[in-house]
T-cell receptor, first 112, second 113 residues
Protein backbone atom coordinates (compact mmCIF):
# COMPACT_ATOMS: atom_id res chain seq x y z
CA UNK A 1 0.00 0.00 0.00
CA UNK A 2 0.89 3.61 -0.13
CA UNK A 3 3.50 4.79 2.31
CA UNK A 4 4.37 8.29 3.36
CA UNK A 5 7.70 8.60 5.13
CA UNK A 6 8.64 11.67 7.11
CA UNK A 7 12.05 12.64 8.48
CA UNK A 8 13.43 13.42 10.93
CA UNK A 9 11.28 11.87 13.64
CA UNK A 10 12.55 14.35 16.22
CA UNK A 11 14.29 17.71 15.99
CA UNK A 12 15.50 19.90 18.82
CA UNK A 13 16.66 23.42 18.01
CA UNK A 14 17.64 26.61 19.75
CA UNK A 15 15.09 29.37 19.45
CA UNK A 16 15.93 31.40 16.38
CA UNK A 17 17.37 28.48 14.42
CA UNK A 18 15.73 27.17 11.27
CA UNK A 19 13.89 23.86 11.02
CA UNK A 20 13.01 21.60 8.11
CA UNK A 21 10.97 18.40 7.87
CA UNK A 22 10.81 16.23 4.77
CA UNK A 23 8.05 14.02 3.46
CA UNK A 24 8.42 11.28 0.81
CA UNK A 25 5.72 9.14 -0.74
CA UNK A 26 6.13 5.75 -2.40
CA UNK A 27 3.52 6.76 -4.98
CA UNK A 28 2.59 9.91 -6.83
CA UNK A 29 0.26 12.13 -4.84
CA UNK A 30 -2.62 14.19 -6.18
CA UNK A 31 -1.89 16.73 -3.47
CA UNK A 32 -0.38 16.99 -0.02
CA UNK A 33 -1.54 18.60 3.18
CA UNK A 34 0.38 19.69 6.27
CA UNK A 35 -0.93 19.62 9.83
CA UNK A 36 0.42 20.81 13.17
CA UNK A 37 -0.33 19.15 16.49
CA UNK A 38 0.52 21.03 19.65
CA UNK A 39 1.49 18.91 22.70
CA UNK A 40 -1.68 17.37 24.14
CA UNK A 41 -3.76 18.68 21.25
CA UNK A 42 -5.20 17.47 18.01
CA UNK A 43 -3.86 17.94 14.46
CA UNK A 44 -4.81 21.24 12.87
CA UNK A 45 -4.70 21.87 9.14
CA UNK A 46 -1.99 24.28 7.96
CA UNK A 47 -1.94 24.21 4.18
CA UNK A 48 -2.49 22.19 1.01
CA UNK A 49 -0.23 21.93 -2.04
CA UNK A 50 -1.64 20.74 -5.34
CA UNK A 51 0.60 21.69 -8.24
CA UNK A 52 3.92 20.15 -9.19
CA UNK A 53 6.76 22.35 -7.90
CA UNK A 54 4.37 24.52 -5.89
CA UNK A 55 5.78 26.74 -3.13
CA UNK A 56 3.58 28.43 -0.55
CA UNK A 57 4.49 30.65 2.38
CA UNK A 58 2.76 31.40 5.65
CA UNK A 59 4.79 34.02 7.50
CA UNK A 60 7.93 32.12 8.61
CA UNK A 61 6.74 28.78 7.18
CA UNK A 62 7.59 27.72 3.62
CA UNK A 63 6.00 24.66 2.06
CA UNK A 64 7.21 22.98 -1.12
CA UNK A 65 5.78 20.23 -3.31
CA UNK A 66 8.23 18.30 -5.46
CA UNK A 67 8.22 18.31 -9.24
CA UNK A 68 7.30 14.62 -9.34
CA UNK A 69 4.61 15.13 -6.67
CA UNK A 70 6.22 12.46 -4.49
CA UNK A 71 7.90 14.63 -1.91
CA UNK A 72 7.32 17.76 0.09
CA UNK A 73 9.02 19.86 2.73
CA UNK A 74 8.17 22.33 5.44
CA UNK A 75 10.77 24.90 6.43
CA UNK A 76 10.43 27.22 9.42
CA UNK A 77 12.72 30.24 9.52
CA UNK A 78 13.88 31.58 12.88
CA UNK A 79 11.86 29.25 15.09
CA UNK A 80 9.90 30.60 18.03
CA UNK A 81 8.62 28.76 21.09
CA UNK A 82 5.13 28.87 19.62
CA UNK A 83 6.35 26.56 16.83
CA UNK A 84 6.70 23.65 19.27
CA UNK A 85 4.66 20.63 18.24
CA UNK A 86 4.51 17.74 15.82
CA UNK A 87 4.23 18.44 12.11
CA UNK A 88 2.56 15.91 9.87
CA UNK A 89 2.38 15.65 6.13
CA UNK A 90 -0.54 13.76 4.62
CA UNK A 91 -1.21 12.78 1.05
CA UNK A 92 -4.09 11.89 -1.18
CA UNK A 93 -3.20 9.34 -3.83
CA UNK A 94 -4.36 9.60 -7.39
CA UNK A 95 -6.47 6.48 -6.90
CA UNK A 96 -7.90 6.91 -3.41
CA UNK A 97 -9.19 10.43 -3.16
CA UNK A 98 -11.25 9.64 -0.10
CA UNK A 99 -8.56 8.79 2.40
CA UNK A 100 -5.54 10.65 3.58
CA UNK A 101 -2.35 8.80 4.49
CA UNK A 102 -0.22 10.47 7.14
CA UNK A 103 3.53 10.50 7.61
CA UNK A 104 4.90 9.58 11.01
CA UNK A 105 5.35 13.21 11.94
CA UNK A 106 8.32 15.30 13.08
CA UNK A 107 8.29 16.39 16.67
CA UNK A 108 9.89 19.81 17.10
CA UNK A 109 11.13 20.98 20.48
CA UNK A 110 12.76 24.35 21.05
CA UNK A 111 15.23 25.53 23.63
CA UNK A 112 14.35 29.14 24.52
CA UNK B 1 -20.49 25.55 16.15
CA UNK B 2 -18.82 22.71 18.08
CA UNK B 3 -17.07 21.11 15.09
CA UNK B 4 -16.05 17.51 15.86
CA UNK B 5 -16.83 16.20 19.33
CA UNK B 6 -15.47 12.97 20.73
CA UNK B 7 -16.66 11.17 23.84
CA UNK B 8 -15.32 10.03 26.19
CA UNK B 9 -12.03 11.95 26.60
CA UNK B 10 -10.39 9.23 28.69
CA UNK B 11 -11.15 5.59 29.37
CA UNK B 12 -9.44 2.68 31.08
CA UNK B 13 -10.53 -0.83 30.11
CA UNK B 14 -9.55 -4.26 31.21
CA UNK B 15 -8.52 -6.82 28.63
CA UNK B 16 -11.60 -8.40 27.08
CA UNK B 17 -13.99 -5.56 27.88
CA UNK B 18 -15.88 -3.77 25.16
CA UNK B 19 -16.63 -0.14 24.56
CA UNK B 20 -17.84 2.34 21.96
CA UNK B 21 -16.24 5.65 21.12
CA UNK B 22 -18.61 8.28 19.79
CA UNK B 23 -17.79 10.96 17.26
CA UNK B 24 -20.27 13.67 16.35
CA UNK B 25 -19.84 16.49 13.84
CA UNK B 26 -22.14 19.42 13.19
CA UNK B 27 -20.62 20.61 9.91
CA UNK B 28 -22.73 18.39 7.64
CA UNK B 29 -19.58 16.64 6.39
CA UNK B 30 -19.96 13.54 4.26
CA UNK B 31 -16.63 11.92 5.09
CA UNK B 32 -15.64 10.74 8.55
CA UNK B 33 -12.54 8.93 9.77
CA UNK B 34 -11.12 7.15 12.79
CA UNK B 35 -7.36 7.29 13.37
CA UNK B 36 -5.18 5.97 16.14
CA UNK B 37 -2.00 7.71 17.20
CA UNK B 38 0.90 5.87 18.76
CA UNK B 39 4.36 7.26 19.57
CA UNK B 40 6.63 7.21 16.52
CA UNK B 41 3.90 5.88 14.23
CA UNK B 42 1.95 8.96 13.35
CA UNK B 43 -1.74 8.71 12.57
CA UNK B 44 -2.96 5.38 11.23
CA UNK B 45 -6.36 5.05 9.62
CA UNK B 46 -8.63 2.47 11.24
CA UNK B 47 -11.91 2.83 9.34
CA UNK B 48 -13.62 5.55 7.39
CA UNK B 49 -17.00 6.42 5.93
CA UNK B 50 -17.89 8.34 2.79
CA UNK B 51 -21.52 8.80 3.73
CA UNK B 52 -24.39 7.71 5.92
CA UNK B 53 -24.73 3.95 5.95
CA UNK B 54 -21.29 3.30 4.43
CA UNK B 55 -18.02 2.21 6.02
CA UNK B 56 -14.67 1.02 4.72
CA UNK B 57 -11.47 -0.42 6.18
CA UNK B 58 -8.33 1.62 6.59
CA UNK B 59 -4.76 0.52 7.33
CA UNK B 60 -5.34 -1.08 10.76
CA UNK B 61 -8.97 -2.26 10.99
CA UNK B 62 -8.50 -5.50 12.92
CA UNK B 63 -10.16 -5.56 16.34
CA UNK B 64 -12.43 -2.60 15.55
CA UNK B 65 -15.89 -2.15 14.10
CA UNK B 66 -17.66 1.03 13.03
CA UNK B 67 -21.13 2.24 12.19
CA UNK B 68 -22.48 5.36 10.49
CA UNK B 69 -26.23 5.15 11.01
CA UNK B 70 -26.61 8.93 11.00
CA UNK B 71 -24.62 11.35 8.89
CA UNK B 72 -23.41 13.34 11.88
CA UNK B 73 -22.24 10.35 13.96
CA UNK B 74 -19.45 7.82 13.48
CA UNK B 75 -19.05 5.15 16.15
CA UNK B 76 -15.93 3.09 16.78
CA UNK B 77 -16.38 -0.15 18.68
CA UNK B 78 -13.93 -2.43 20.42
CA UNK B 79 -15.59 -5.79 21.03
CA UNK B 80 -12.81 -7.35 23.12
CA UNK B 81 -10.15 -4.85 24.10
CA UNK B 82 -6.47 -5.83 24.05
CA UNK B 83 -3.44 -4.02 25.51
CA UNK B 84 -2.23 -3.39 21.93
CA UNK B 85 -5.25 -1.10 21.51
CA UNK B 86 -3.92 1.30 24.12
CA UNK B 87 -3.66 4.49 22.10
CA UNK B 88 -5.05 7.94 21.46
CA UNK B 89 -7.98 7.80 19.06
CA UNK B 90 -8.88 10.73 16.83
CA UNK B 91 -12.02 11.18 14.84
CA UNK B 92 -12.01 13.53 11.86
CA UNK B 93 -14.42 14.71 9.22
CA UNK B 94 -14.26 16.62 5.97
CA UNK B 95 -16.39 17.81 3.09
CA UNK B 96 -16.65 15.58 0.04
CA UNK B 97 -15.43 18.33 -2.27
CA UNK B 98 -12.00 17.82 -3.80
CA UNK B 99 -9.23 17.42 -1.27
CA UNK B 100 -10.81 19.33 1.57
CA UNK B 101 -8.89 19.34 4.87
CA UNK B 102 -9.64 17.16 7.86
CA UNK B 103 -11.23 18.61 10.99
CA UNK B 104 -10.20 16.64 14.06
CA UNK B 105 -11.84 16.04 17.39
CA UNK B 106 -9.90 16.44 20.63
CA UNK B 107 -9.15 12.75 20.91
CA UNK B 108 -9.89 9.88 23.29
CA UNK B 109 -7.06 8.46 25.38
CA UNK B 110 -7.71 4.75 25.88
CA UNK B 111 -5.70 2.51 28.17
CA UNK B 112 -6.24 -1.26 28.16
CA UNK B 113 -4.74 -3.09 31.13
Amino acid sequence: GQQVMQIPQYQHVQEGEDFTTYCNSSTTLSNIQWYKQRPGGHPVFLIQLVKSGEVKKQKRLTFQFGEAKKNSSLHITATQTTDVGTYFCAGFTLQGAQKLVFGQGTRLTINP
Amino acid sequence: NAGVTQTPKFRVLKTGQSMTLLCAQDMNHEYMYWYRQDPGMGLRLIHYSVGEGTTAKGEVPDGYNVSRLKKQNFLLGLESAAPSQTSVYFCASRRDIGSSPLHFGNGTRLTVT
